[in-house]
C-alpha cells in the first residue's frame, strides 16, 4: 500500500485485558511515530522510532504502554492491564527520517474502546 | 479561543470566502511550526510549514502567516471549498516531537 496502515481500525476491550496495536509504515521510512488523540484534542505524542530503536519515549504515559519495532519496519503498541481512560485514537506516522521535517504521514488510527 | 472537551472553536464560512484560522504556540524558543488538517475518521495530513526566520509563506491556496512577536501563527485559506471542512492544527517541531494545539473546526458550507 502506499500509506501508514494501522490494524485494527477499531478495538473494543473489557478494563484490564491486554491489546496489542499494529503500524505499517510507508516502506522505506526509517522514523516511525506513535500518537494518541482524546476526542476534541489534537494528537499527543507517544513514543518516536528511529530504525529498530526507541530514540525518544518519553511521551509513553506509564509503564503499562511499551511498543517494539524489533526489524525496523513494522511497530507494534502494547497496552497491558487496560483501563477506561485509554480510550482514544491511537495514530501511527512516518517520514524519511528525522530531517527536521514537520511532515509526518498518519495512518487512519485505531480506535480503542475499553468498557 | 480555548477549547474545552469535545468543543473545538469553530470557524463557518460560506464557499469561495477566505478563511483564517488562528493558532497560539507558547515555547518561544520553539523556531519550526506546521499546519495540518484532519478530516473526519482520517490521521492528520500536512498541509504547509514555516520556519523562524519567515514570518510568511505560502502554498496553494494556503498562506501561513508567523508572528514571533506575539507568539502567533495563523493559515489562510483562500476561495475556500467545501473539501476544506475539517480540523486545522498547528504543531511545534521539536527535536523528535510535534506538539498540536487543540485545533479549530472549519465549517464550509456550499
Known amino acids: 500500500g502506499a500509506g501508514v496502515s494501522q490494524t485494527p481500525s477499531n478495538k473494543v476491550t473489557e478494563k484490564g485485558k491486554y491489546v496489542e496495536l499494529r503500524c505499517d509504515p510507508i516502506?522505506?521510512?526509517?522514523?516511525l511515530y506513535w500518537y494518541r488523540q482524546s476526542l476534541g484534542q489534537g494528537p499527543e505524542f507517544l513514543i518516536y522510532?528511529?530504525?529498530?530503536?526507541?530514540?525518544?519515549d518519553s511521551g509513553l504515559p506509564n509503564d503499562r504502554f511499551f511498543a517494539v519495532r524489533p526489524e525496523g519496519s513494522v511497530s507494534t503498541l502494547k497496552i497491558q492491564r487496560t483501563e477506561r481512560g485509554d480510550s482514544a485514537v491511537y495514530l501511527c506516522a512516518s517520514s524519511p527520517d528525522t530531517g527536521n521535517t514537520g511532515e509526518l504521514f498518519f495512518g487512519e488510527g485505531s480506535r480503542l474502546t475499553v468498557l | 479561543g480555548e477549547s474545552v472537551g469535545l468543543h473545538l472553536p469553530t470557524l463557518s464560512v460560506q464557499e469561495g470566502d477566505n478563511s483564517i484560522i488562528n493558532c497560539a504556540y507558547s515555547n518561544s524558543a520553539s523556531d519550526y511550526f506546521i499546519w495540518y488538517k484532519q478530516e473526519s475518521g482520517k490521521g492528520p495530513q500536512f498541509i504547509i510549514d514555516i520556519r523562524s526566520n519567515m514570518d510568511k509563506r505560502q502554498g496553494q491556496r494556503v498562506t501561513v502567516l508567523l508572528n514571533k512577536t506575539v507568539k502567533h501563527l495563523s493559515l489562510q485559506i483562500a476561495a475556500t471549498q467545501p473539501g476544506d471542512s475539517a480540523v486545522y492544527f498547528c504543531a511545534e517541531a521539536g527535536y523528535s516531537t510535534l506538539t498540536f494545539g487543540k485545533g479549530t473546526m472549519l465549517l464550509v458550507s456550499p
Open positions: 516502506s522505506g521510512h526509517t522514523a
Open positions: 522510532f528511529q530504525g529498530t530503536g526507541a530514540a525518544d
